[in-house]
């Protein structure tokens, strides 16, 4: 199991930027590949964005394509997720995740994320 520490939330307007942090333990964080996922209240949580294990290939909801950028540095053993142009629609909890396969299938329990909100 990897421990996941989500950081970086917080209030901002539209058009406004945030990074979010995710710190992982584990010597093998290098070895999986990572997700960010969101949670709007009343909804599902829904996949954002993905990361190889290498940092070399990134898939992105297409809500978020061409304005979030996810990244990784396997040293730090630590992803990130750059936000920018941020829209109200992104207020959300986000959680990061190691994940398998096209599907993006989480591998291990949730941390307890970090509050996004987006003022219009």
């Known amino acids: 199991q990897v421990q996941l520490v989500e950081s970086g939330g917080g209030l901002v307007q539209a058009g406004g930027s945030l990074r979010l942090s995710c710190a992982a333990s584990?010597?093998?964080?290098?070895?999986?590949?990572m997700g960010w996922f969101r949670q709007a209240p009343g909804k599902e949580r829904e996949f954002v964005a993905a990361?190889?294990?290498?940092?070399?290939?990134?898939h992105y909801a297409d809500s978020v394509k061409g304005r979030f950028t996810i990244s990784r540095d396997n040293a730090k053993n630590t992803v990130y997720l750059q936000m920018n142009s941020l829209k109200p629609e992104d207020t959300a909890v986000y959680y990061c995740?190691?994940?398998?396969?096209?599907?993006?299938?989480?591998?291990?329990?949730w941390g307890q994320g970090t509050l996004v909100t987006v003022s219009s």
């Open positions: 990361i190889s294990w290498s940092g070399g290939n990134t």
């Open positions: 995740n190691t994940i398998r396969g096209s599907d993006y299938r989480v591998l291990n329990t």
């Open positions: 584990g010597r093998t964080f290098s070895s999986y590949a």
